[in-house]
């Protein structure tokens, strides 16, 4: 494909990962969700008054235990909604988004949730977050609970891989807005950005500073794997050379950073620079080389992704590549919004404009 080489001024499409089970036995036709029991259906199985089946689930110590047990058993038998939203959830009137993150500890995705809680949270609704930790188990469990919890909508800050689960969230029939990645075939909504193109800028940046042989690390897969092929791209067309190359599993601490430009070192290979797809990797990246007595960027050249509030504060401060988080969660909200009120965006698929933040690290 030409556009996978030298991106024009439109942004290059991500080709994100469609996973399909091996060997899919044949699905079952797709049943309406159930209507949820009301409590006074509770109750009358039971055999108790519904004031009964209230306090029994809000204050069990002043029900008596044969009838606790009683109501407890016909709660779990039904799937009755006992939380704070139950009338709404009965209704169809969630008032609840559920924001799922890939990274809990990541500044950028937090930004975002915030940006996004801005604009819903004033029209009474409410973000409830959970956490996938890149993990497709993780991410297919929380999907399964959505019909359960029946949200108004969802976010997630990334983009679904899994076929299964694509089509568990269609299946909803409620908005869905996906982040973070730019795909021909979106679930529903989209605000994104093109990893590829973010991978490219790097080693085009790299480049243009005089930099010749390049090191590369990010996380394992998905949109690490994007931007490693940008780079790969962009590096050669400027006539890099990639030294050497590291994934990393599911970086969550500076630690990982460090421990990863020390496996990179150890591979033999000398590079001037590193591109780390992930500030995690970077931050720990410049706190090892410090270690190692080496200068940065005199001696290696430190480029980041994700624009973190210590990448100013580091010394001697490190270059990143990224977009605005905060402003990209709150395009996220305003479409949601635009959809919970009934009306469809004009644009339902937005593309976040990359920059670079320089800094001495470069």
Same mark, same amino acid.
């Given at each position: #494909?030409?556009?996978?080489?030298?991106? @024009?001024? $439109?942004?290059?499409?991500?080709?994100?990962?469609? &996973? =399909?089970?091996?060997? /899919?036995?044949?699905?079952?036709?797709?049943?309406?969700?159930?209507?949820?029991?009301?409590?006074?259906?509770?109750?009358?199985?039971?055999?108790?008054?519904?004031?009964?089946?209230?306090?029994?689930?809000?204050?069990?110590?002043?029900?008596?235990?044969?009838?606790?047990?009683?109501?407890?058993?016909?709660?779990?038998?039904?799937?009755?909604?006992?939380?704070?939203?139950?009338?709404?959830?009965?209704?169809?009137?969630?008032?609840?988004?559920?924001?799922?993150?890939?990274?809990?500890?990541?500044?950028?995705?937090?930004?975002?949730?915030?940006?996004?809680?801005?604009?819903?949270?004033?029209?009474?609704?409410?973000? #409830?977050?959970?956490?996938?930790?890149? @993990?497709? $188990?993780?991410?297919?469990?929380?999907?399964?609970? &959505? =019909?359960?919890?029946? /949200?108004?909508?969802?976010?997630?800050?990334?983009?679904?891989?899994?076929?299964?689960?694509?089509?568990?969230?269609?299946?909803?029939?409620?908005?869905?807005?996906?982040?973070?990645?730019?795909?021909?075939?979106?679930i529903d909504m989209l605000v994104g950005l093109s990893?590829?193109?973010?991978?490219?800028?790097?080693?085009?940046?790299?480049?243009?500073?005089?930099?010749?042989?390049?090191?590369?690390?990010?996380?394992?897969?998905?949109?690490?794997?994007?931007?490693?092929?940008?780079?790969?791209?962009?590096?050669?067309?400027?006539?890099?050379?990639?030294?050497?190359?590291?994934a990393v599993d599911n970086p969550q601490t500076i630690?990982?950073?460090?421990?990863?430009?020390?496996?990179?070192?150890?591979?033999?290979?000398?590079?001037?620079?590193?591109?780390?797809?992930?500030?995690?990797?970077?931050?720990?990246?410049?706190?090892?080389?410090?270690?190692?007595?080496?200068?940065?960027?005199?001696?290696?050249?430190?480029?980041?992704?994700?624009?973190?509030?210590?990448?100013?504060?580091?010394?001697?401060?490190?270059?990143?590549?990224g977009v605005d988080s905060l402003d990209l969660g709150?395009?996220?909200?305003?479409?949601?919004?635009?959809?919970?009120?009934?009306?469809?965006?004009?644009?339902?698929?937005?593309?976040?404009?990359?920059?670079?933040?320089?800094?001495?690290?470069?």
């Open positions: #494909m030409s556009d996978r080489h030298a991106p @024009s001024s $439109a942004p290059t499409h991500d080709d994100v990962l469609r &996973l =399909r089970p091996d060997a /899919p036995p044949p699905a079952p036709r797709a049943l309406p969700p159930a209507k949820p029991p009301r409590i006074e259906e509770v109750a009358r199985l039971a055999g108790v008054s519904p004031i009964t089946v209230s306090r029994a689930l809000r204050q069990p110590e002043k029900v008596a235990k044969d009838k606790r047990e009683r109501i407890l058993q016909v709660v779990a038998q039904t799937g009755y909604a006992s939380n704070p939203h139950a009338r709404a959830l009965r209704s169809g009137q969630s008032s609840v988004v559920a924001a799922f993150v890939s990274n809990i500890f990541s500044q950028q995705f937090a930004l975002a949730v915030q940006g996004c809680a801005e604009v819903l949270e004033p029209q009474g609704y409410q973000l #409830m977050v959970g956490q996938t930790s890149y @993990s497709y $188990a993780k991410e297919t469990s929380m999907i399964a609970s &959505l =019909r359960a919890l029946r /949200p108004a909508a969802v976010l997630f800050t990334g983009v679904i891989e899994l076929e299964e689960n694509r089509q568990s969230l269609r299946e909803l029939g409620i908005p869905i807005m996906e982040t973070w990645a730019y795909p021909r075939d979106p990893n590829y193109d973010a991978g490219f800028m790097a080693a085009s940046h790299l480049a243009e500073r005089g930099y010749r042989r390049v090191a590369f690390m990010a996380r394992h897969g998905g949109r690490g794997e994007l931007r490693r092929q940008g780079f790969a791209a962009a590096a050669a067309q400027r006539g890099l050379e990639v030294v050497a190359e590291l630690a990982d950073g460090r421990a990863a430009l020390a496996r990179l070192l150890s591979q033999g290979g000398k590079f001037d620079a590193v591109f780390c797809a992930n500030d995690l990797l970077a931050v720990g990246a410049m706190f090892e080389a410090r270690d190692r007595k080496l200068a940065v960027p005199r001696d290696l050249a430190v480029l980041g992704f994700g624009e973190t509030d210590i990448a100013g504060e580091i010394q001697p401060g490190l270059t990143t590549i709150r395009r996220a909200g305003e479409m949601l919004l635009q959809r919970l009120g009934g009306g469809m965006p004009a644009h339902p698929h937005q593309v976040m404009p990359l920059r670079i933040h320089a800094r001495a690290s470069v």
